[in-house]
C-alpha cells in the first residue's frame, strides 16, 4: 500500500484495520488517555490531536498529555496531564480503560533514548493493568541504537491495535514479524477547503534545518527572490512551530543572507490553529513546505504547493501528493527558481488528495473496531 510518486491511485478503500490477533472492542465506553507531543506549539501535532478526538466514538472520555495544559484545554475542552512529568502520566493512565498513542513517531530514539523509555514504560504499565494499547498513525523510527530495535521489537506485540501512517513504517514491523496496515498521515482526515489563492502571496513554513546552516541557506533564498520578483507577489514565513520556527525570517536576515528585495516582500504571520494555516494556505499562490503537515495542510487547502525536505516523511508526502521536491543536503536544483514558478497557481491534483484522504481512514476504522461495543 505504497504511497509514492509514480504509485497508482484510485478511489476510496477500506483496509484491515486492525492486527489478526487484536481482542474484541471495549464494551461501553470509558476514559482514554491520549498520549503523543501536544500542547507543543507546533500545529502539526494540533492537528493530529482534532482528528483523534474526532474520530474517538462515542461513550469515550479523552484524557490528553500536553505540555501546555492551558492552551490544549481551552482549544479542545478535554481534561489534560502535565506530559512531562512521567509520574503525573503514570497515575493519569492508571484513572483510563486504554491508551492511545496518537500519530507522529513517538516509538524513535532521535530525541533522545529517554523518550523512547517513556513511552516504553506507559505502554508496559498499560498492558500490567490490563488496559488496552493502540499505536494510532504512528511513524515507526528511526531507531539509531542497537538497544532502540531490541526495545521496540518488544513492544510492537503489547499493544492491541497498531496503524501505520507510511509503508516504510509498516514494512519495518512487518520484518519483525508484526503485520498492521499502513494508511496515510492521519492529518489528511481533515476537511479540505476551496482553494481561491489565485494571483495570491507565497506562503512558507520553513525551519531551522541542520542541512542548512549559513551560507547553506543562499541558493533557496536566492531562487526565492527570484521567484517572487518575476511574479510579483508578496511573501509570508508562517512559523508551523511557533517555539522553532518563531523569528527565523529575522534570524537569516540578521546574518545577511537574504537579498535586499526579499526582505521588502517579506513578512511573518502569526497563526493559533490549522484551521487558520489552512485559511491562509488556501489564499496563497504556492506554499512551499519543510514542515510535514504543513505540506499535507496545504494540499487539503486545495493550494499549489512545493517541499523542502530535510527527513524522509516530508519527501515520501511530497511524492505522494505529487508536488516538486528537493531533497536538502544533495545540493539545491539550479533551475529552482523556475520549478516554482511552473507550480505557482497550478494546485495538486485533487484525485491524489481524495486518495490521500481515502487512505487516512484505515486509522479511524482502527481505532472504532478497538474501542466500540460493536467491533
Not at 259 to 286: H, K, N, T, W, Y
Not at 313 to 338: D, T
Amino acid at each position: 500500500m505504497a504511497v509514492g510518486g509514480d504509485q497508482e491511485f484510485s478511489g476510496p478503500r477500506e483496509f484491515p484495520t486492525d492486527r489478526s490477533h487484536a481482542d474484541e472492542g471495549v464494551d461501553g465506553g470509558g476514559k482514554v488517555l491520549l498520549c503523543g507531543y501536544y500542547g507543543e506549539h507546533n500545529l502539526g501535532d494540533d492537528a493530529l490531536l482534532e482528528v483523534l478526538l474526532s474520530q474517538l466514538p462515542q461513550g469515550w472520555e479523552p484524557l490528553v498529555t500536553a505540555r501546555d495544559q492551558a492552551m490544549v484545554q481551552r482549544r479542545f475542552g478535554v481534561a489534560t496531564t502535565d506530559r512531562r512529568s512521567l509520574r503525573g502520566v503514570l497515575r493519569a493512565l492508571a484513572g483510563c480503560d486504554a491508551l492511545v498513542l496518537g500519530g507522529g513517531s513517538l516509538l524513535q530514539d532521535s530525541t533522545s533514548f529517554k523518550s523512547l523509555l517513556y513511552y516504553a514504560v506507559l505502554i508496559g504499565a498499560a498492558r500490567l493493568q490490563g488496559k488496552r494499547v493502540c499505536l494510532w498513525g504512528q511513524g515507526l523510527g528511526p531507531l539509531h541504537r542497537r538497544r532502540s530495535r531490541l526495545l521496540v521489537r518488544s513492544l510492537l506485540p503489547l499493544a492491541n491495535a497498531i496503524s501505520w501512517r507510511d509503508p516504510a513504517s509498516a514494512s519495518l514491523a512487518a520484518d519483525w514479524g508484526i503485520e498492521a496496515p499502513a494508511g496515510s498521515d492521519p492529518v489528511w482526515g481533515l476537511a479540505p477547503r476551496a482553494w481561491q489563492g489565485r494571483g495570491g502571496p507565497i506562503v512558507l513554513c520553513w525551519r531551522p534545518v541542520a542541512q542548512l546552516q549559513g551560507r547553506a541557506w543562499t541558493p533557496y533564498l536566492d531562487a526565492l527572490d527570484q521567484l517572487a520578483a518575476s511574479a510579483d507577489r508578496a511573501v509570508l514565513w508562517l512559523p508551523f512551530h511557533q517555539d522553532q520556527d518563531q523569528g527565523l525570517l529575522g534570524a537569516l536576515h540578521a546574518e545577511g543572507l537574504v537579498p535586499s528585495r526579499l526582505m521588502e516582500r517579506s513578512r511573518e504571520i502569526a497563526v493559533d490553529d490549522p484551521a487558520a494555516a489552512i485559511e491562509q494556505f488556501a489564499g496563497a499562490s504556492l506554499v512551499l513546505a519543510m514542515r510535514l503537515h504543513g505540506l499535507i495542510l496545504a494540499a487539503l487547502a486545495g493550494a499549489p504547493c512545493a517541499a523542502l525536505s530535510y527527513d524522509p516523511k516530508v519527501a515520501a508526502a511530497a511524492k505522494a501528493i505529487g508536488c516538486p521536491l528537493q531533497v536538502l543536503g544533495e545540493g539545491a536544483n539550479p533551475s529552482l527558481a523556475a520549478l516554482w514558478e511552473s507550480t505557482l497557481d497550478c494546485p495538486p491534483l485533487s484525485e491524489r488528495v481524495a486518495w490521500l484522504r481515502s487512505e487516512a481512514l484505515t486509522h479511524q476504522h482502527l481505532l472504532r473496531r478497538l474501542l466500540s461495543p460493536e467491533g
